[in-house]
């Protein structure tokens, strides 16, 4: 991920770093001695007094067991440990064999097999994780089940929004505390079932019409009383169980009109919850095709919903279909027409590049982040690149000042958002410590999770974790997502598009995901430069670029060496080979520590100093602060490579030059 200026780090002592560090290993170890151990049976009554306890503890802002001190002592951030990854469950639910809390071994992943339990205990919920005690299926033993991380589903904790639920392939394990617990990192292991009736209880072949019928309409009129009263998981729950019963032969022969209305309904709801895929394929089996006008009206209901479904996908074709056909059943539509003119916008945009930049800036605010736009990046192309893996090449000449692409965000959390989450990661593979913006990673989980078709487009870019889920995005049971191969990805590829909102610190830094961006790869002498208009990444050649030539731009802009490859390294994995690097690397210790100590002086210069109206003398001060960090540069050497250390106080000369 981009990394942060200095004003943004996180200082923690060592002492805390180390107690991090011990307490994982520690884990680790016990769990290592312990794997395979038959499960030691729970009090009943000791396990919810416990997690009563701990629930009103929680709700009082008891300290977090998970959370790590800063220096400073002034606040706390989540301490998460990561690289011992596993791959969710792919088996659906109706092959998976049963099993009971007798069955489960320690530190052991139950492949094949399926635990029902319900929920016996108030949730305990911390800021990475929640937790609660559950019974077996037989309501004989207690057991804790945990949810790491992606804990939340549409606003609402997963574990509070079931009595019931169905573990796929359980994962039993201690957690940093030592207890033992059953344990969720992919929310598709994780079946929630709305009632005490499980998935599997539903029958696939009903033979009473009349019965399938009145079960059908009642979920029917269940969903519309949860839509009115705006719960949207409850109604989406209530439709789609209507549409089990509705979609089948028995109901399809003698009322195919109600599951027509129920996927018309469901459309409705999965815009509400920003599941396009699913609104736009319920919106387009909805339709009747009749000329009633009822039916038409109906129909243009429907091509609405997949329009916008399509729209907000940014299948702008697509859209310019649905809605065209909206209009030919409903004439004089305005809303229809309003859909069509921004459509034309956006495939100026997507075709030509042609964005109204003071128009976008000037309807940004803190309340509207994020801007209605396309995506234009047909002047790139994805191939490999030597050495360096996959790049982006330009597929015609770019000048200097030119765009050379413009990326609408796959995903961004604003600092200023609930979403916004920093944790202190210790990476078992490395043994490093690093700040991470786990709220992104959840965020682009719920996303993929919501929007199925979009998977394969993130699980193909770079992360160290590869898993074993690249073809398997769906199951009967829903989409499958691998949350550890997302946080791998947004570790290497997530950028920090700034506080353009308001202040921000590291514990609330604004990051987001920008797909095709990140495969540019990095340069201390780029020939492309990025800026940010909301969550639309602007790319601007600084300098010409040839077709068929490779695009960079720089990961980390620090003027100092030592601080850029440390930051290369830890964030990245790499360290650069560049000429300026090679350059730098060469040069005396004292040279540089010296250009570090300028380069210091002059940040402070400008932030004191305003160009605008610079006295004489104050000119002649920021001159003699360049020519010194000039003359730490060995001229032959650095012929035709940047001075980085002297770009800030060269940029305030440049200014102040143009004002006299």
């Avoid at 794997?35 to 396990?47: F, I, V």
């Avoid at 320690?106 to 937790?131: C, E, F, N, Q, Y």
Wanted: charged share 30%.
């Amino acid at each position: 991920m981009a990394s942060q200026h200095d004003e943004n780090t996180i200082f923690m002592t060592e002492q805390e770093a180390e107690r991090i560090r011990n307490t994982i290993k520690t884990r680790l170890q016990r769990c290592s001695e312990l794997t395979g151990r038959t499960r030691e049976p729970r009090d009943s009554k000791d396990a919810i007094r416990q997690a009563t306890g701990a629930s009103l503890m929680a709700d009082m802002g008891a300290a977090d067991p998970d959370s790590a001190q800063t220096k400073e002592q002034r606040s706390t951030i989540p301490a998460i440990a990561v690289g011992q990854p596993y791959p969710p469950c792919i088996i659906p639910l109706r092959d998976l064999q049963p099993m009971k809390f007798s069955d489960l071994r320690m530190d052991t992943h139950h492949r094949g097999r399926l635990l029902t339990v319900k929920r016996a205990s108030p949730v305990v919920t911390l800021v990475a994780r929640s937790w609660t005690m559950v019974y077996d299926e037989g309501g004989d033993e207690i057991e804790r089940l945990e949810v790491c991380l992606h804990k939340t589903r549409h606003g609402k904790d997963v574990l509070e929004s079931g009595p019931v639920f169905m573990i796929k392939e359980p994962y039993f394990t201690l957690t940093d505390q030592g207890e033992a617990t059953l344990r969720i990192d992919h929310p598709s292991d994780l079946v929630v079932c709305q009632d005490e009736t499980s998935p599997n209880e539903v029958k696939d072949d009903v033979d009473d019409a009349v019965e399938a019928e009145k079960f059908a309409r009642t979920c029917k009129d269940q969903g519309n009383a949860a839509l009115e009263r705006q719960n949207l998981p409850q109604a989406y729950g209530n439709y789609t169980e209507g549409l089990k019963i509705a979609r089948q032969n028995v109901l399809t022969k003698s009322n195919p009109d109600l599951a027509r209305d129920l996927s018309r309904n469901r459309a409705h709801v999965n815009l509400l919850l920003n599941q396009l895929d699913e609104a736009k394929a319920d919106a387009i089996n909805s339709l009747t095709g009749r000329e009633d006008q009822r039916s038409k009206d109906l129909d243009s209901k429907a091509y609405f919903r997949a329009g916008c479904a399509a729209y907000n996908l940014g299948e702008y074709q697509e859209a310019k279909g649905y809605f065209k056909e909206q209009q030919k059943l409903s004439p004089g539509n305005e809303t229809a027409s309003a859909y069509l003119r921004n459509i034309e916008k956006r495939l100026r945009e997507q075709d030509a590049g042609a964005y109204n930049f003071k128009k976008i800036k000037a309807g940004l605010s803190r309340n509207r982040p994020r801007i209605d736009a396309a995506s234009f990046i047909s002047n790139t192309k994805i191939e490999e690149s030597p050495g360096r893996g996959r790049g982006l090449f330009a597929t015609r000449d770019i000048a200097a000042g030119e765009i050379v692409m413009c990326e609408k965000a796959f995903c961004v959390v604003w600092g200023h958002e609930n979403e916004t989450l920093t944790a202190m990661t210790y990476d078992v593979r490395d043994d490093r410590i690093r700040v991470s913006p786990v709220g992104l990673t959840k965020s682009i989980v719920q996303k993929l999770i919501s929007n199925p078709s979009q998977i394969e487009t993130v699980m193909d870019m770079y992360g160290d974790y590869q898993g074993d889920v690249k073809d398997a995005p769906m199951t009967e049971d829903g989409p499958v997502v691998d949350t550890f191969r997302v946080h791998d990805i947004v570790c290497r590829n997530a950028f920090g598009p700034g506080g353009q909102h308001g202040d921000e610190g590291i514990s609330n830094a604004s990051t987001g995901l920008w797909v095709r961006a990140a495969y540019i790869n990095h340069s201390c002498v780029p020939n492309a430069q990025k800026e940010y208009v909301g969550d639309l990444m602007v790319l601007r050649a600084v300098r010409s670029i040839a077709a068929g030539q490779e695009i960079s731009h720089s990961y980390d802009e620090s003027s100092d060496y030592d601080a850029r490859r440390a930051a290369l390294l830890t964030t990245w994995g790499f360290e650069c080979g560049c000429a300026l690097c090679a350059a730098e690397k060469t040069d005396d210790p004292a040279a540089r520590k010296k250009r570090k100590e300028l380069a210091g002086e002059a940040d402070l210069f400008v932030a004191n100093e305003h160009w605008g109206g610079a006295k004489r003398l104050t000119v002649v001060k920021a001159r003699r602060i360049a020519r010194d960090i000039e003359g730490t540069y060995d001229g032959e050497k650095y012929k035709g490579l940047p001075r980085l250390a002297a770009r800030t106080i060269q940029q305030w000369l440049a200014l102040a030059g143009q004002r006299r």
